[in-house]
């Protein structure tokens, strides 16, 4: 088999790499999309637990240049989501350049060729750049629980929830309390025998304006398209609102007050209002919101546990020794999020995985390129991660890539690698500006905080401060090879 060589190869389907593959496009790059699974969508093809939706307004999550007036829900679910990327990269014309079913296996820069290697289970593609767009939500978490193995019953993480097993009349363990569980469980509720949530720490969960979009306002947002855009301005608004508002302890009140009510509302035992009531700021784990939580958790075929210590058999034992039989457990344990997957597959030119250069605390420079490792582009990197739309992140990234592809194609650019100074004070100061913030000094322990102790995932300024450091590749940051004239 002979091997394919690119300009650029981009490595995942989901919002990131379909949003490269149609800027690669416009500016007429050389380009393929390699995808492992059989159809593209990501996070949202992965996960089709019952009450999939997103978190964050519809309007708001879309590609900025591909907006979508048919949204059905001011919150949008799964199904729709999904159909969403399909549909934008097949208004793109994107499919001659995805190749289904091509896992990356290992990619390594070649320094001699000036080129990275990508090993696929269908062959072996050579590229000038990389785009490695996996996307944080991508590996499940399963938790190291004692005799697990000894459970007879039927097991799945909600990432990968079994369609075929019906759940009427079963007893079901739910282990964790994270944002899928808070979304699957009021849908399943009603249906099972039996309902135990094992949860470690509580989350805060603020109640969710959601509403229908009636046939008339899809109709009026594709007839006028700035409606829309004025949604998706006041969406932004409210959220960079709510990521400034983090760094004052009375905004983190007001907060936490409307989240004690709605909990209050729906739960009138108080052993199990102080079992549902967190002990660090709101802002300091990822803020839930549900309508339905609070009232699936009052129901009588439910009871609220604490963390797993073991299985023994069919009996699921929490840490203060009460048991729960169960039929079925669903782990809701979220994804590796603060140490990405990816980085155990992408190598330097000297061996060295990603993975081994970081030792569990990713590092980069702003969020898209690591040391030793020229011409890569990461996208979701450390430290980029905020109370946002994704799509905010994912713009203001391929803005910056672009730039970078750009100037190589213009200026006969071989590689371009990161300068070390720089990343290495880069890093000095977002870590010292999130030693401010509720996310270092909420009180909690989250998926934010890197096995090193160190918070490798989160943006500690505002989303528009974001974009502005992204505006622009600055080649004066970087070492530069340009290629020698022929």
């Not at 159809?39 to 019952?50: F, H, L, M, T």
């Not at 009138?268 to 309508?291: A, F």
């Not at 030792?359 to 040391?371: E, L, V």
Request: aromatic content about 12%; overall charge positive; some cysteine.
């Amino acid at each position: 088999m002979n091997t394919i060589h690119k300009e650029v190869i981009i490595v995942g389907a989901g919002f990131t790499g379909i949003g490269a593959a149609i800027k690669l496009k416009e500016h007429a790059l050389d380009f393929l999309l390699l995808e492992k699974a059989a159809e593209i969508g990501g996070v949202w093809r992965d996960n089709s637990y019952p009450g999939c939706e997103c978190d964050i307004p519809s309007a708001f999550y879309s590609y900025s240049f591909a907006p979508n007036p048919k949204w059905s829900r001011f919150y949008a679910g799964q199904e729709e989501i999904k159909a969403y990327t399909q549909d934008t990269a097949a208004h793109y014309g994107l499919s001659p350049y995805i190749r289904l079913d091509h896992e990356l296996l290992k990619a390594q820069w070649c320094e001699d060729e000036k080129h990275w290697k990508l090993t696929t289970n269908k062959g072996v593609f050579t590229a000038n750049f990389v785009i490695m767009a996996g996307g944080p939500m991508h590996k499940p978490v399963f938790p190291a629980i004692k005799n697990l193995e000894s459970f007879s019953g039927d097991s799945f993480h909600s990432a990968q929830w079994n369609h075929d097993l019906n759940l009427s009349g079963k007893k079901v363990a739910v282990i964790g309390s994270g944002a899928s569980a808070i979304q699957f469980v009021p849908m399943i509720q009603a249906q099972v025998k039996q309902l135990a949530l094992f949860q470690r720490t509580p989350p805060w969960v603020l109640p969710k304006v959601d509403a229908n979009i009636s046939d008339k306002w899809q109709a009026r947002f594709t007839r006028y398209p700035l409606l829309q855009r004025l949604l998706r301005r006041c969406s932004y608004a409210v959220i960079e609102i709510l990521n400034t508002g983090l760094k004052y302890k009375w905004f983190i009140s007001i907060l936490e007050k409307i989240a004690t009510r709605a909990m209050n509302k729906d739960i009138k035992d108080s052993r199990v209002r102080e079992q549902l009531t967190p002990d660090y700021n709101i802002g300091c784990k990822r803020i839930l919101q549900s309508n339905t939580w609070f009232e699936a958790l009052a129901q009588p075929n439910v009871s609220v546990l604490s963390g797993v210590r073991e299985i023994d058999g069919n009996r699921v034992v929490d840490s203060n020794n009460q048991a729960f039989e169960a039929d079925v457990i669903i782990f809701a344990t979220g994804f590796e999020v603060a140490n990405p997957p990816i980085a155990n597959v992408i190598y330097a030119d000297n061996g060295e995985s990603l993975a081994q250069q970081w030792q569990g605390s990713p590092n980069t420079y702003h969020g898209t390129m690591a040391k030793n490792l020229p011409n890569c582009f990461l996208t979701f990197g450390s430290n980029l991660a905020s109370f946002t739309s994704a799509f905010v992140i994912i713009e203001a990234q391929l803005n910056y890539i672009l730039g970078a592809l750009l100037q190589s194609r213009q200026q006969q650019i071989e590689a371009i690698e990161v300068n070390p100074g720089k990343t290495d004070s880069y890093n000095r100061e977002v870590q010292a500006a999130l030693e401010k913030t509720v996310w270092n000094r909420g009180g909690c322990s989250s998926y934010f905080i890197d096995k090193n102790g160190r918070n490798s995932t989160n943006w500690p300024w505002t989303n528009l401060k974001l974009a502005r450091t992204l505006r622009h590749f600055d080649l004066r940051d970087y070492s530069i090879q340009y290629k020698k004239p022929v």
